[in-house]
């Protein structure tokens, strides 16, 4: 269940962004060159507008108003956005870029740390990209600027799924880079498990295509190694399962009661069948509460079964639902913008004394939230080291979430980050790179793992003059 829908359905009014963050790092200079073939000076404006089919927008211009999704973000603006409409667009505006701008793509907008708006680059705007068309067969192909509810509206109409996330606006791109999780991770694995290729224009400018045929280095990397980092993809080819039937459920706990709830659900969902997917939302306060939902692959009496090995509560819903309704119901309405900063860690097995993880939000805000997301299952069924995503064998993914107002971001970045090393202490330094977060402590090891040394040769091999450089860049 995605964390914002999951906050609704829970009836946790106010927790919001798909992807926060936490402040706004000084820009980004480009890397200097490493070879002489690389241009300098700033960027000529005027004659990439003339090559792109699409729009190009410079600050200066009427019609320059970038927002991403986290208000957050707003102060840290592009010199220019390529709305692209090609991947010729896309290739025109690296070449305009290399050794001249930062340079970074922008699918949903959703990234925790606004590395989609590079300072005083130019933003290579996708969302033009988002034709989704359904193959025969299993395939489906995406373009990389299409939105998860578009991409779900799609399938359903065919009678297939992708896993992925369910927030409607959050891109496919950003999500599959990173690996994806979502409500039907457990049964069927992650978004990037089903990656059959994608075509990515890469920092020579070149279109290439990752598969497991073609440049099977970069696919690897693509297949959870993180956004930004070795090119900018501007299609995706996906295989796809029947849509199944399922039944969702919420669950809610009292203040006091979230320490036993979250000790149970933790033993509960390490030997729960694939089909299941749950996650536990903790809030704070004064005494935390917790709300406890997911979905099951099968029918109300078969989820009725399994949830009768959880703690008992008055407050309980459970519906059967089509694979089309579900998605309504974890997509939710739309969704506004929203401020906040944001965490993750890994949880690999259950937490010894879950009370000291929920002792971590006692007398915070009830903006302040721990979201675990299970894990194991079909993601499990892949070893660490076959994808980039290096959590394999990992229990939960925990996404520490803090809404905010803009003007009190330094005050909740002081609570995000003794909350995220608090919880560090108990799990371990890990986390999620797609909730990527500026300050996390040793963040390249934290987020790649064992998978960190190939991601770097992978780096140097594709863009070895840094051309795709970010403050949390995976740089060979």
């Known amino acids: 269940m995605d964390r914002r829908r999951f906050l609704k359905v829970?009836?946790?009014?106010?927790?919001?962004?798909?992807?926060?963050?936490?402040?706004?790092?000084?820009?980004?200079?480009?890397?200097?060159?490493?070879?002489?073939?690389?241009?300098?000076?700033?960027?000529?404006?005027?004659?990439?507008?003339?090559?792109?089919?699409?729009?190009?927008?410079?600050?200066?211009d009427d019609g320059f108003a970038y927002q991403g999704f986290n208000p957050v973000w707003d102060g840290q603006k592009p010199a220019?956005?390529?709305?692209?409409?090609?991947?010729?667009?896309?290739?025109?505006?690296?070449?305009?870029?290399?050794?001249?701008?930062?340079?970074?793509?922008?699918?949903?907008?959703?990234?925790?740390?606004?590395?989609?708006?590079?300072?005083?680059?130019?933003?290579?705007?996708?969302?033009?990209?988002?034709?989704?068309?359904?193959?025969?067969?299993?395939?489906?192909?995406?373009?990389?600027?299409?939105?998860?509810?578009?991409?779900?509206?799609?399938?359903?109409?065919?009678?297939?799924?992708?896993?992925?996330?369910?927030?409607?606006?959050?891109g496919v791109a950003g999500l599959t880079l990173g690996g994806g999780i979502g409500v039907l991770s457990r049964k069927?694995?992650?978004?990037?498990?089903?990656?059959v290729s994608a075509a990515v224009v890469t920092a020579d400018g070149k279109l290439l295509t990752g598969s497991a045929e073609q440049e099977p280095d970069l696919f690897w990397a693509l297949r959870g190694g993180g956004g930004g980092n070795f090119g900018i993809v501007t299609e995706f080819v996906f295989s796809t399962a029947p849509a199944p039937e399922v039944a969702v459920f919420s669950l809610s706990y009292p203040?006091?009661?979230?320490?036993?709830?979250?000790?149970?659900?933790?033993?509960?969902?390490?030997?729960?069948?694939?089909?299941?997917?749950?996650?536990?939302?903790?809030?704070?306060?004064?005494?935390?509460?917790?709300?406890?939902?997911?979905?099951?692959?099968?029918?109300v009496s078969g989820l009725n079964a399994l949830l009768a090995q959880l703690p008992p509560t008055a407050e309980r819903f459970v519906q059967a639902q089509t694979y089309a309704e579900a998605t309504r119901y974890f997509a939710g309405g739309p969704i506004a913008r929203e401020s906040a900063v944001a965490s993750s860690r890994v949880v690999r097995d259950p937490i010894s004394d879950p009370a000291k993880a929920v002792a971590l939000l006692a007398g915070q805000s009830d903006e302040t939230y721990l979201i675990f997301d299970g894990l194991r299952g079909a993601v499990a069924d892949v070893a660490p080291d076959a994808t980039a995503f290096p959590h394999r064998t990992a229990l939960a993914n925990v996404q520490?979430?803090?809404?905010?107002?803009?003007?009190?971001?330094?005050?909740?970045?002081?609570?995000?980050?003794?909350?995220?090393?608090?919880?560090?202490a108990l799990v371990g330094e890990t986390g999620y790179v797609n909730y990527i977060d500026p300050q996390m402590p040793q963040?390249?090891?934290?987020?790649?793992?064992?998978n960190l040394a190939r991601l770097k040769e992978v780096a140097a091999k594709y863009d070895p003059d840094h051309v795709f450089a970010f403050a949390q860049s995976v740089q060979g």
């Open 400 to 424: 520490i979430y803090l809404k905010t107002p803009p003007e009190n971001a330094a005050r909740a970045r002081a609570n995000l980050a003794a909350i995220r090393d608090g919880l560090g």
């Open 443 to 450: 963040w390249a090891q934290a987020y790649c793992g064992g």
């Open 255 to 299: 203040a006091g009661a979230a320490a036993d709830a979250l000790g149970a659900w933790q033993r509960w969902i390490a030997g729960a069948p694939n089909e299941m997917w749950s996650n536990v939302v903790v809030r704070g306060g004064a005494q935390p509460s917790c709300k406890i939902g997911g979905c099951f692959v099968g029918s």
């Open 80 to 170: 220019a956005v390529a709305k692209v409409s090609s991947a010729a667009d896309v290739q025109a505006c690296v070449e305009a870029a290399r050794g001249r701008v930062a340079i970074a793509a922008r699918s949903g907008g959703h990234s925790y740390a606004g590395y989609s708006s590079p300072a005083g680059g130019l933003q290579v705007d996708v969302r033009g990209l988002s034709d989704v068309e359904v193959l025969p067969g299993d395939r489906v192909r995406i373009g990389s600027g299409a939105a998860l509810g578009d991409v779900s509206q799609a399938l359903v109409a065919s009678g297939r799924c992708l896993p992925t996330g369910t927030c409607p606006s959050v």
């Open 10 to 60: 829970a009836g946790l009014a106010g927790a919001g962004a798909a992807l926060a963050a936490c402040t706004s790092p000084a820009p980004v200079p480009v890397a200097p060159p490493s070879s002489s073939s690389v241009p300098s000076g700033p960027p000529d404006w005027t004659g990439l507008r003339s090559k792109l089919s699409g729009q190009l927008v410079l600050a200066g």
């Open 188 to 195: 069927y694995g992650l978004t990037c498990d089903h990656l």
